[in-house]
Nanobody, 129 residues
Framework: QVQLVESGGGLVQAGGSLRLSCAAS????????MGWFRQAPGKEREFVAA??????????VYADSVKGRFTISRDNAKNTVYLQMNSLKPEDTAVYYC????????????????????WGQGTQVTVSS
């Protein structure tokens, strides 16, 4: 059974940085995709970033709201993806979820939450103004 465990959330002031990690266990990832989503209170879960994993090329995709501020990266050997978040804003406050599409079904990592097969438990990120 695949498990995703996120870590790295916390409280930070506006303009600060955090790095989230998501470690996958239970299978070796090949030709898959991992993504980050976030959900603020009273709002829908929204896409943040995604990356191919277990592939030669780690193609990435970002939501417009985080382009230039967030960077997703991977460590294939550790089955782990990271989300480096810089220049954080209060509107980035949310629970951040890691997700896995266990077999890549498209040429680029998916942005729809329904395309992901497994989810982590979430980690809280709070940005104070």
């Amino acid at each position: 059974q695949v498990q995703l465990v996120e870590s790295g959330g916390g409280l930070v002031q506006a303009g600060g940085s955090l790095r989230l990690s998501c470690a996958a266990s239970g299978r070796t990832l090949r030709n898959a995709a991992m993504g980050w989503f976030r959900q603020a209170p009273g709002k829908e879960r929204e896409f943040v970033a995604a990356i191919k994993v277990g592939t030669t090329v780690g193609t990435t995709v970002y939501a417009d709201s985080v382009k230039g501020r967030f960077t997703i990266s991977r460590d294939n050997a550790k089955n782990t993806v990271y989300l480096q978040m810089n220049s954080l804003k209060p509107e980035d406050t949310a629970v951040y979820y890691c997700a896995l599409q266990s077999t890549l079904r498209f040429g680029i990592p998916p942005q729809r939450r329904y395309d992901y097969d497994y989810w982590g438990q979430g980690t809280q990120v709070t940005v104070s103004s």
